[in-house]
């Protein structure tokens, strides 16, 4: 064992009962409406995310095998969205979760860090569907669930992810199974057996990023969450001690047990549901701070993309590893180019559109063009997800820009905006004209709407 | 990271795609007939203890959470032993594995180390019922599976098992995937990509024994084990080389790398289903040698019990931990006392029939008379799972005897009636009169019966 994984300073005694009891406890009055509005926003872009992500091969896969095609179900369970269908609770999280990360466009959150909404809300959605409960049931559940995820990543410290673990997978099924446990009124000790069913199920391995694997390792998180919120409800026997037992999570899991740094600022909501991180552009994540300061300098600057003789951009070493494809020609090229996406973003194409990935914008003769004059330079210094630019026009104006991923958005209009655009290019094409309705009533909706009467049709 | 876990010399490279290979290429003629006779006693004992555990409290409670209690389901599927149910495979697969471990009473591998039976089997029969294959697609799915769990159980070493994790979850998963994968006709590509599905869903840590998590460890490996399978066989993308490369399976999950172990006689049967050991006794695995011993007392010298002075009974020191309740009065106690069940196999009272762990039995006084006159010592120096007794007559004669567990039986034919008898006890009060012809079916039946006409209706 190395020293970094040793046991901190202040001891872990007693840690998932107290994570538990948090759990149980926490009641709808302690939801901020900050929060609340960041819950909201995290419904809208799972469902987006899931109706979009619903068709790719791996998740129709999924689908064929963990429901079996040669079996007709009846009866209410939940609904598998997108793809119009109904299953038990469980592996209607298992298809919607892996579905709604299949596209890598969910939400972040550095303190898992992982994707804590597919995780979750799949988890809670499912349920909530199933037993007739309502929009605030849901929101309560889910920042619940976000909280717990955010103080046991907290707790493993980044050596759980650096050492080989998905934390979307682990950390996440935890908080879901919490989430799961607090929409089913379970007491701390039931929450604390839910969290020990969860770490005995858990699992997943960056090693697979790159595979369709990744997306299910969120889904499993998801099946997970309901399995053992419900089987620890029924009473199922676990410990409920296993974040830090002897050879339990953090033991097995190569976690470095910070305990005062799970417990800090645990129920603030600070770390948790509003620390969230919204992605915008269908593109790798390391494009996504240049894209933004392009954006900046288009919206504040108005620029007219063939009058730039040429633009400096600085990024972190590590984003010339990743996606610095100068000269892309298909689509998926395109998601792993800077140079192409910041022109696409200079120019208004809209990079929240999957479809805007193509082989026609990578041979468009302006975004090629202007793709040529931007010049990627590297920051050793830097390592955090960041981008600064400088836009030089032709007449011999400079536009500076500077865009900070790990900073949650403090203008929740503003979020809500992006997240109805990019809501409205994903789910179109299944809800048509009805696309803005049902965004509105995820978004302003009566907390006492039923679930079922949103997501039934999907 | 600890010398233990450095990799041994001979080179891990390509070990993924080198077992797939295998059991890819695996012909039923490479079955031997012994083989053979051992996946036969594996399937019918693999059925008795899965109609027996199936009304254990945690089985019915992942029952109605995984299936879900308000939905209807029709159609082919596979069969839920022992609860009149169906499902998809994959649910059924994690319901009879967890049934089928729900007792402590099935057969364990010391190359996993674990519970092989209970991981593969049920995930083969789902799959093959399901599919209208055969018994003997089952039989060469089985020994291909347990081949691949040993191998890689040897690859892990001991390190795997000490450091926590629940081999029979995780390894037992992969050999479920293999097992699944021979039986879906899959190429050696395919099939280790089935393995790098299954480390991607695998887990289970010993720090749950003890708690219905235990068994449910086995169920999972076999639902794992059947949508790994599927998976890759529906073109799911996954590593191919994910047992040893980078944080992988090996590196994650606190494997030794022993590639050269591994490799040792693979496909040779000798390490495989030759190698399993089945239990006969209803009763924590610490007592079962000191019971052999006695048995065997029993049946070559007839002994009267009350002609008994005392009973000397050696056994290793870890036993003294875990089950030597010396006065039990309850059936559960009863199973933890070494002297109880000494003096009930001494006595002719069916140590295989878990009816005979009860109050009554604890409280008979000729039971209790004879458990007194056995006194239990301790040999420091043996860790194996070994009894040395030594049965001093009142007339002056000593009888001893000595069991070794961990040697897999030659006389089959003996295993054979073991096994009937062990079944006969535990599937009778489903199969009533039909038990000894539903097991003569399964020992001797044509290879080409369909497996739906043996477990439908189970």
Same mark, same amino acid.
């Given at each position: 064992m190395s020293e970094q994984l040793q046991p901190q300073t202040e001891s872990d005694d007693g840690l998932t009962l107290e994570l538990a009891s948090w759990a149980a406890a926490a009641t709808a009055e302690q939801i901020e409406p900050d929060a609340e509005k960041f819950a909201r926003h995290a419904l809208l872009d799972c469902i987006g995310v899931a109706l979009a992500g619903a068709h790719e091969e791996g998740v129709k896969a999924l689908f064929a095998t963990a429901i079996g095609e040669e079996l007709t179900t009846h009866g209410t369970g939940a609904t598998i969205m997108g793809l119009s269908a109904r299953s038990a609770a469980p592996n209607a999280a298992l298809i919607n979760g892996t579905a709604a990360? @299949?596209?890598? $466009?969910d939400d972040v959150h550095f303190d898992m860090p992982g994707h804590p909404t597919v995780a979750i809300m799949p988890a809670v959605l499912a349920v909530a569907e199933r037993d007739g409960r309502m929009l605030h049931d849901v929101i309560a559940a889910y920042v619940v669930g976000v909280e717990v995820a955010c103080a046991v990543g907290r707790y493993m410290t980044q050596s759980h992810y650096t050492q080989g673990w998905h934390a979307t997978g682990t950390v996440g099924a935890i908080g879901a199974a919490a989430a799961v446990s607090h929409l089913l009124g379970a007491d701390a000790e039931t929450t604390a057996r839910a969290i020990g069913l969860a770490v005995s199920q858990c699992g997943g391995l960056k090693s697979m990023f790159g595979t369709a694997c990744k997306p299910m390792h969120a889904g499993r998180a998801a099946h997970n969450g309901v399995m053992s919120a419900s089987l620890a409800a029924r009473g199922f026997t676990a410990r409920t001690d296993m974040l830090e037992t @002897?050879?339990? $999570?953090?033991?097995a899991?190569?976690?470095?047990?910070?305990?005062?740094?799970?417990?800090a600022g645990l129920g603030t909501g600070v770390h948790g549901v509003r620390g969230i991180l919204f992605k915008y552009h269908a593109a790798c994540y390391g494009t996504h701070a240049s894209i933004d300061a392009m954006l900046h300098v288009r919206e504040e600057h108005a620029v007219d993309p063939t009058e730039i003789q040429k633009v400096e951009l600085v990024v972190p070493e590590e984003n010339t590893r990743i996606c610095d494809i100068k000269s892309p020609t298909t689509g998926l090229e395109a998601k792993f180019s800077m140079t192409q996406t910041a022109a696409m973003a200079l120019s208004g194409v809209a990079t929240g559109d999957i479809n805007n990935y193509s082989e026609t914008w990578c041979a468009d003769s302006n975004i090629v063009s202007l793709r040529e004059r931007i010049e990627v330079e590297v920051d050793p210094s830097e390592f955090r997800p960041v981008a600064t630019a400088r836009v030089h026009m032709r007449d011999g104006v400079v536009f500076g820009s500077f865009a900070d991923l790990g900073v949650p958005e403090t203008d929740l209009a503003r979020q809500e905006r992006r997240l109805s655009e990019k809501f409205r290019l994903l789910a179109c094409g299944q809800l048509g004209e009805m696309t803005d309705a049902f965004a509105q009533r995820i978004l302003e909706g009566a907390a006492d709407t039923p679930v079922s009467t949103v997501v039934q049709g999907l």
């Open positions: 990360h @299949a596209l890598d $466009f @002897a050879q339990g $999570f953090a033991a899991f190569a976690g470095a047990r910070d305990a005062a740094a799970a417990r």
